[in-house]
């Protein structure tokens, strides 16, 4: 496995797509140590999220400017010789609201609802779609998807909104 050594001059980004299993060996260009996967993520390696890379023409130029702003700001940090960011510790609220698996489902973001519930089994009936080219492709994704769908666990919607 070749190994690339980042430095502020030269830098390499990386593109992907294997879930939090990233295959890129990053090194601190002082130490020689591995970077961690928090740290490298958005930095010198960007997760794709295929859906957006279709819907959004300018996407990966989108995710370029943002790793090129993280390192900036981490340059910055480290020439100021400011610890790395830590998230604000928050002060315990009153009891926390416990959702179900269900509205927890309901109030995510658009995209992140489809990922969880739709996408999986769509990319994979798209792939045959294009690789069998059936002479009526909606039809087939359909059927597809309906006789798949168990492939996506939901969690149980609540009794009271049945």
């Not at 939090?20 to 090194?27: K, P, Q, S, Y």
């Not at 993280?70 to 009153?94: F, L, N, Y």
Request: contains cysteine.
């Amino acid at each position: 496995m070749s190994k690339y050594f980042i430095s502020y001059v030269i830098t390499f980004l990386f593109f992907y797509n294997r879930g939090e299993d990233c295959i890129v060996d990053v090194r601190d260009v002082v130490t020689q140590e591995i970077v961690d996967y928090k740290k490298l993520i958005n930095q010198y390696v960007i997760k794709v999220e295929p859906h957006r890379a279709i819907m959004e023409p300018d996407y990966f130029i989108k995710q370029i400017e943002i790793a090129e702003q993280s390192r900036d700001d981490e340059i910055e940090r480290v020439e100021a010789g400011v610890a790395e960011e830590k998230g604000a510790e928050a002060e315990p609220t009153a009891e926390p609201v416990v959702e179900s698996g269900w509205e927890e489902l309901q109030r995510l973001p658009n995209e992140e609802y489809l990922q969880k519930t739709v996408l999986p089994v769509l990319y994979q009936a798209m792939k045959i779609v294009d690789q069998q080219r059936p002479s009526a492709p909606s039809e087939y994704l359909a059927l597809y998807l309906l006789k798949h769908q168990d492939m996506i666990k939901l969690p149980q919607r609540p009794a009271d909104e049945a």
